[in-house]
Nanobody
Framework: QWEFVESGGGLVQPGGSLRLSCVASGFTLDDYTIEWFRQVSGKEHEGISCISSSDGSTYYADSVKGRFTMSRDDAKNTAYLQMNSLKPEDTAVYYC???????????????????WGRGTLVTVSG
């Protein structure tokens, strides 16, 4: 039985920082290309970052480039999203997704994902 659990969301003021975590169990994280998505209520999911299992390369959407950093700790079977200089428009539910093994970043194919979490809410408000 697998689980993919996000945590670290919360309320933060504009300009602040948060670090989201995504812990995998029941499967080995480093076998998969991992992506973060976010969804603003009533809008489509937006793929924002990716780290490839094939070569470790990363990709960031323009909306978060330079502010967000994705990493993974394979020993802990955990992926992270460090979010700095947060803006009100970053308010959303953030999800991690395990995409096809060996995929080059980005796929942003949420519906084709192998594993996905339930999300963690980030609210940026002052």
């Amino acid at each position: 039985q697998w689980e993919f659990v996000e945590s670290g969301g919360g309320l933060v003021q504009p300009g602040g920082s948060l670090r989201l975590s995504c812990v995998a169990s029941g499967f080995t994280l480093d076998d998969y290309t991992i992506e973060w998505f976010r969804q603003v209520s009533g809008k489509e999911h937006e793929g924002i970052s990716c780290i490839s299992s094939s070569d470790g390369s990363t990709y960031y959407a323009d909306s978060v480039k330079g502010r967000f950093t994705m990493s993974r700790d394979d020993a802990k079977n955990t992926a992270y999203l460090q979010m700095n200089s947060l803006k009100p428009e970053d308010t959303a539910v953030y999800y991690c997704v395990a995409a096809k093994p060996g995929s080059v970043c980005p796929t942003f194919d949420r519906l084709g994902a192998y594993y996905w979490g339930r999300g963690t809410l980030v609210t940026v408000s002052g």
